[in-house]
């Protein structure tokens, strides 16, 4: 399956450095809104293995895939807005919220998806999550590690 990075922020319009880090392992896994990924990987388990396809310029003529993994594991990821949409109430990894975690946990997180820190993360998602309301996606793996 094809997950397409975007190489500039279109908040701050600086590079993402998202394709350096994947290749340099420091990037271990990326986000995604909704459950494809996972009823990919359940599928897969049958019939051999699910393939993560990075990817830049995805739906341009400009596509161009720069790496390929086979996907390892495939968690839930939530974050949970209030009623008024202005102010996250939860963040969940397979149910677990992650104040349960260690107090460093959200910017390392952040920054084993590629970010700088947890604010750059929340600051990717925000107007995501403002149109959309509470996002209820997947954290795709290609490495062992597992939260």
Do not use: C
């Not at 359940?42 to 341009?60: A, P």
């Not at 939860?90 to 820190?117: L, M, Y």
């Amino acid at each position: 399956m094809i997950a397409g990075y975007k190489i500039t922020n279109p908040h701050t319009k600086q590079p993402t450095g998202f394709v350096e880090k994947i290749k340099n392992g420091t990037k271990i896994h990326t986000i995604r809104r909704g459950d494809r990924w996972s009823k990919a990987f359940d599928r897969s388990k049958d019939n051999g293995q699910l393939l993560i396809q990075h990817s830049t310029g995805v739906r341009t003529k400009a596509f161009k895939t720069v790496f390929v993994h086979r996907v390892v594991s495939v968690q839930r990821f939530e974050i949970l807005m209030n009623e008024q949409k202005d102010a996250v109430v939860a963040i969940k990894i397979d149910g677990r919220d992650v104040k349960n975690f260690n107090k460093d946990f959200p910017d390392q997180f952040a920054k084993n998806d590629g970010f700088e820190s947890w604010n750059d993360l929340a600051d990717w998602f925000g107007e995501d999550i403002t149109v959309k309301g509470d996002f209820i996606g997947e954290i795709i793996h290609w490495t062992d590690l597992k939260y």
